[in-house]
């Protein structure tokens, strides 16, 4: 079945940086869009950023644009968030899913704080 098992999360200083990773399962990888969500404590779910199938075009929310950067590997079937200059306003659960998809994954918890 279609699996998602987000890793990558943890506590890091402001401005610091982190890596998440999204081994996904069950499905061809390599023919769809995929995207990064976050929840936010009392917030909605946002959209952070979704990468096309091959990689060609990526989109990014306003609020991690310039610091966010989301890949894949076709190969390895990995959707990957480089997150730079974090912010305490980062702090969120992030979530990847295929972009026109239902299924979400459990999640990896992020924490920006001194």
């Known amino acids: 079945q279609v699996q998602f098992v987000e890793s990558g999360g943890g506590l890091v200083q402001p401005g610091g940086s982190l890596r998440l990773s999204c081994a996904a399962s069950?499905?061809?990888?390599?023919?769809?869009?995929m995207s990064w969500y976050r929840r936010a404590p009392g917030k909605e779910r946002e959209l952070v950023a979704s990468i096309s199938a091959f990689g060609g075009t990526t989109n990014y929310a306003d609020s991690v644009k310039g610091r966010f950067t989301i890949s894949r590997d076709n190969v390895e079937n990995v959707v990957y968030l480089q997150m730079n200059s974090l912010k305490p306003e980062d702090t969120a659960m992030y979530y990847c899913k295929i972009s026109s998809g239902i299924l979400w994954g459990q999640g990896t918890q992020v924490t920006v704080a001194s």
């Open positions: 069950g499905f061809i990888f390599k023919i769809y869009d």
